[in-house]
């Protein structure tokens, strides 16, 4: 009997917990989205106004270099808002949200948000940062309290891209 070398015994190591990063900031906005289409729903305000009006820009997150050069190429900037509110109210042209989740979990404004934001109100839209859901929705009943804006004069019309138009008077 010839002995055999047995192999040492394997160290039982414990792993690191490698958790995902949670999306505090993108699961709140869904439950401000949530809330929006459920005030539409009851008949609120702030819901029949401007829920569906209301959309997300999804400029941020991991992408591979290639399509992030596509979507820089397609026109996406760096800094702008996460929702836009598409209602003129209140003398403005429309309200752009810069959403951050709630305190302690809100992550600092970044210079390209501040630009952006600081932009948009040089241009006549209402730019606001809210921190959190009740923030947000506080912003959304106010500015939907305000007065419709009203145009002056009568606006420009435009002779070129209106082929919608026509297609859908067919």
């Known amino acids: 009997m010839i002995a055999t070398a047995r192999p040492a015994p394997r160290k039982v190591t414990k792993r690191p917990a490698t958790g995902r990063r949670i999306d505090r900031e993108g699961h709140e906005q869904m439950v401000l989205i949530r809330w929006l289409n459920g005030e539409q729903r009851r008949g609120k305000q702030v819901g029949v ?3 569906d009006v209301t959309y997300h820009v999804p400029n941020g997150g991991q992408r591979n270099k290639k399509t992030a050069a596509d979507l820089k190429a397609q026109g996406v900037r760096a800094g702008v808002s996460d929702l836009v509110i598409a209602s003129a109210r209140g003398g ?3 309200l752009y949200l810069e ?3 709630a305190p302690p979990h809100d992550a600092a404004l970044a210079g390209s ?3 952006w934001l600081a932009r948009m109100e040089a241009r006549g839209y209402l730019a606001v940062l809210a921190k ?3 923030e947000a929705k506080a912003v959304l009943i106010a500015y939907a309290d305000w007065p419709a804006t009203q145009v002056v004069g009568c606006p420009e019309s435009m002779p070129h891209g209106s082929a919608w138009r026509r297609i859908a008077a067919e």
């Open 49 to 51: 106004l401007l829920e």
């Open 92 to 94: 403005w042209h429309g």
């Open 99 to 101: 959403f951050k989740a």
């Open 113 to 115: 948000q501040r630009e």
């Open 132 to 134: 959190g859901v009740e």
